[in-house]
Nanobody
């Protein structure tokens, strides 16, 4: 079993920045991938950014150039730096890991972009 604890969500004005953190209960290098997804009411959860064990990143088109996924192995933590936030980025953001066919999710953190 893996525990993922997200933090860093909140209310921010359009154009502002937030950094989300996801702390894992074991080495993040034990996972094939770690990533961030988001979900709004009535919609399916969508991929925002993913980071492979080899360090390869992939982003949704809607966040390319604005969001950056990174990791700190010493802290077993993955981050999502979100810049130039837009109202349409408002969602619950979930941390995710995938390894050997098993996927784990965090509890989610709310991000609200509003003036």
């Amino acid at each position: 079993q893996v525990q993922l604890v997200e933090s860093g969500g909140g209310l921010v004005q359009p154009g502002g920045s937030l950094r989300l953190s996801c702390a894992a209960s074991r080495s993040i290098f034990s996972f094939d991938t770690m990533g961030w997804y988001r979900q709004t009411p009535g919609k399916e959860r969508e991929l925002v950014a993913v980071l492979s064990g080899g360090g390869i990143t992939n982003y949704a088109d809607s966040v390319k150039g604005r969001f950056t996924i990174s990791r700190d192995g010493a802290k077993n933590t993955v981050y999502l730096q979100m810049n130039s936030l837009k109202p349409q980025d408002t969602a619950v953001y979930y941390c995710n890991t995938y390894s050997r066919g098993v996927r784990y999710w965090g509890q989610g953190t709310q991000v609200t972009v509003s003036s």
